[in-house]
């Protein structure tokens, strides 16, 4: 069945995208093409299709270096401490549903220390979320504890240990940024776990990681679940086992695949390839694909099935105009589940993921850096996607369409360095009897600076 917005979206549609094309003028405009929500979250827009990063490279990119120090007196003395401020403005009109709204002021300070004798460094974040308004029947926002309740956790704290070359097992509460499991920091308060994990980046081209995952914080808790909890199942603990590589052929092209496996619940793989141009006479491509597959194992505590899903994106810039087209399509077994992170779909949107089963979605993405005013920081992109589910049988559902814009404001030198201004809102459409729409607004700002 065709999508088909009503005449208000598609007038925002073309208001847009007609404030965009008056930007995109000549000139050294640089930023992003549409990526997972989950990344696109948590930072601004890429410079062009080289930089723009896909799940599996923010996945695998390359750890920052530590201080290194050899006496244990300079351990506290040498450490760093950061102080990461979010104030974050959350409101989503339902249709025939009560509204969410919140508005939290949220804080993360981190405790880093040098790498004693090179072999071992200690870290922590501390994360709160401060309710500033927040009524009761307004409850769902994810900013704030169920009950619009204010909350502090320890969310990071392990010790990292180099073992050899670039090989390091980091053990205790950490982030992961891999497809399904990962800090999806589109709230307050990001996912963390409690896990042991390995990576090694020692090789040039090829690096992998190895993880095992007991316990999740999700954004809006202050507690940590077993990961079969987490996944809203009512039943015995199962950790997770994860293992990820990619290798970077000579070209810059690169391969990866990442495997999950909870016992007695799925088992999740995940593929990627990627493969870029380089620019001449400032026009770069890039095509992307990925697969995806989840099926029950052993007990099967939640339920029996067997699903996959299939994607393809191809980005085009020139002089920092990014364009991105991309498709992807669920297997009608099943829907793709995303309980411990945000999904790694080239079509996981600010709302909807659009991966129901059966649904074939495609995505419009546009961006620019606003450059031609010259370097003032202002960034912004717009996405909009529509998918179409079965009409009949048990995975009919209605067919809808989903407009994102993104706004930021992120100046890199002077006195307003370390802040990030950032306007979001989008808005959901679906068709047919029974429709539920959805309009959200975001307004959120970070600031980021140096304690010591």
């Not at 963390?192 to 095992?212: I, K, N, P």
């Given at each position: ?10 007038q ?18 640089q ?6 929500e989950?990344?696109q979250?948590e ?37 760093s ?13 339902r249709?025939?549903?009560p ?13 880093a ?16 979320s401060?309710k ?5 029947d ?33 053990a ?9 499991l990962n800090?999806?920091?589109?709230r ?14 020692s ?20 507690n940590?679940?077993?990961m ?9 603990d199962?950790?997770?086992t ?18 999950h ?16 141009t ?13 697969y ?17 899903f ?21 297997s ?29 979605a495609w ?7 606003f ?12 996405n ?11 995975d ?5 369409s ?51």
């Amino acid at each position: 069945m065709a999508v088909s917005p009503d005449p208000p979206g598609m007038q925002a549609a073309v208001f847009i995208a007609s404030v965009f094309a008056l930007t995109l003028l000549p000139g050294t405009i640089q930023h992003a093409q549409a990526s997972p929500e989950y990344i696109q979250s948590e930072q601004t827009a890429a410079g062009s299709v080289e930089d723009a990063p896909e799940s599996s490279e923010h996945a695998f990119k390359l750890p920052t270096p530590v201080r290194v120090i050899t006496g244990l007196a300079d351990l506290l003395y040498k450490s760093s401490v950061n102080l990461h401020l979010r104030n974050y403005y959350f409101g989503r009109e339902r249709d025939s549903r009560p509204t969410i709204e919140a508005w939290a002021q949220g804080a993360g300070i981190q405790l880093a220390t040098p790498r004693w004798r090179d072999r071992l460094n200690l870290a922590a974040t501390l994360y709160t979320s401060q309710k500033l308004y927040g009524p009761a029947d307004k409850d769902g926002s994810k900013l704030l504890k169920p009950g619009q309740k204010s909350f502090t956790v320890l969310g990071q704290a392990y010790l990292e240990a180099r073992l050899y070359g670039n090989i390091k097992l980091k053990a205790y509460r950490q982030r992961f940024e891999l497809p399904y499991l990962n800090g999806n920091d589109a709230r307050m308060v990001p996912n963390t776990f409690e896990a042991v994990s390995l990576y090694d980046f020692s090789g040039q081209r090829f690096v992998y990681g190895l993880g095992q995952t007991w316990r999740m914080k999700k954004r809006d808790a202050s507690n940590f679940i077993s990961m079969t909890e987490a996944a809203g199942i009512d039943g015995p603990d199962r950790a997770l086992t994860t293992a990820g590589a990619r290798y970077t052929f000579a070209n810059k092209a690169n391969v990866s695949v990442v495997n999950h496996y909870n016992r007695d619940f799925m088992n999740i793989f995940y593929a990627e390839g990627n493969s870029r141009t380089h620019s001449r006479l400032g026009i770069g491509f890039q095509f992307s694909a990925q697969y995806a597959n989840q099926r029950s194992v052993g007990n099967q505590l939640g339920g029996d099935f067997d699903t996959s899903f299939r994607g393809a994106k191809l980005a085009a810039s020139y002089h920092g105009l990014l364009l991105s087209l991309a498709h992807t399509s669920v297997s009608s077994n099943a829907r793709i589940r995303n309980p411990w992170g945000g999904s790694p779909s080239y079509i996981s949107l600010m709302i909807r993921d659009f991966d129901r089963a059966g649904e074939d979605a495609w995505l419009l993405g546009l961006s620019t850096d606003f450059s031609h005013f010259g370097d003032n920081g202002f960034s912004g992109f717009i996405n909009y996607a529509w998918g179409d589910t079965p009409d009949n049988g048990a995975d009919a559902s209605p067919d809808e369409s989903e407009l994102d814009l993104t706004l930021d404001y992120k100046p890199e030198a002077g006195l307003m360095k370390g802040l990030w201004f950032r306007l979001r809102a989008a808005i959901v459409n679906q068709d047919g009897a029974g429709r539920k729409d959805l309009r959200d607004i975001r307004l959120i700002a970070n600031y980021d600076f140096s304690v010591l």
